[in-house]
């Protein structure tokens, strides 16, 4: 899975898919890909754990209770998800960022967090 759209990462290369199971992005696509209506910027590919999904929850934003109305299954630890830009940072200002797919963060991150800064918490790419 990639970038329909021609996006680059973090790396400068092309996008490649965070997840599609849970079918992830923006556009439900699985891929991180942003454009002008997302204003949260859904650009991170993010490995969820315990720890940054009860952070979310006490942010308002509780990814972990499956929502069956919209389609959303819930994420548990280990579970890629392309996640806001800015909860990735509050987060990792609060000392609990998850981990991060490079291949699968689109390179637009880079205006707001440092390469060496994500490259602390990459991962091996996506293999589904």
Same mark, same amino acid.
């Given at each position: 899975?990639?970038?329909?759209?021609?996006?680059?990462?973090?790396?400068?290369?092309?996008?490649?898919?965070?997840?599609?199971?849970?079918?992830?992005?923006?556009?439900?696509?699985?891929?991180?890909?942003?454009?002008?209506?997302?204003?949260?910027?859904?650009?991170?590919?993010?490995?969820?754990?315990?720890?940054?999904?009860?952070?979310?929850?006490?942010?308002?934003?509780?990814?972990?209770?499956?929502?069956?109305?919209?389609?959303?299954?819930?994420?548990?630890?280990?579970?890629?998800?392309?996640?806001?830009?800015?909860?990735?940072?509050?987060?990792?200002?609060?000392?609990?960022?998850? +981990? $991060?797919? !490079? *291949?699968?963060?689109?390179?637009? =991150?880079? @205006? +707001? $967090?440092? !390469? *060496?800064?994500?490259?602390?918490? =990459?991962? @091996?790419?996506?293999?589904?």
């Amino acid at each position: 899975m990639r970038s329909r759209f021609g996006s680059m990462n973090v790396l400068g290369t092309i996008l490649e898919g965070c997840s599609s199971d849970p079918m992830t992005g923006w556009r439900r696509d699985g891929c991180c890909e942003t454009d002008a209506a997302d204003k949260g910027r859904h650009i991170v590919c993010a490995v969820m754990t315990e720890e940054f999904l009860v952070f979310s929850m006490t942010r308002g934003n509780d990814l972990s209770t499956p929502r069956v109305e919209y389609g959303f299954p819930g994420l548990k630890p280990g579970d890629r998800w392309c996640l806001c830009l800015d909860r990735w940072r509050e987060a990792h200002a609060a000392g609990c960022a998850p +981990r $991060v797919v !490079l *291949e699968a963060t689109h390179q637009i =991150a880079l @205006e +707001r $967090v440092p !390469l *060496e800064t994500f490259q602390a918490f =990459a991962v @091996e790419p996506n293999t589904d």
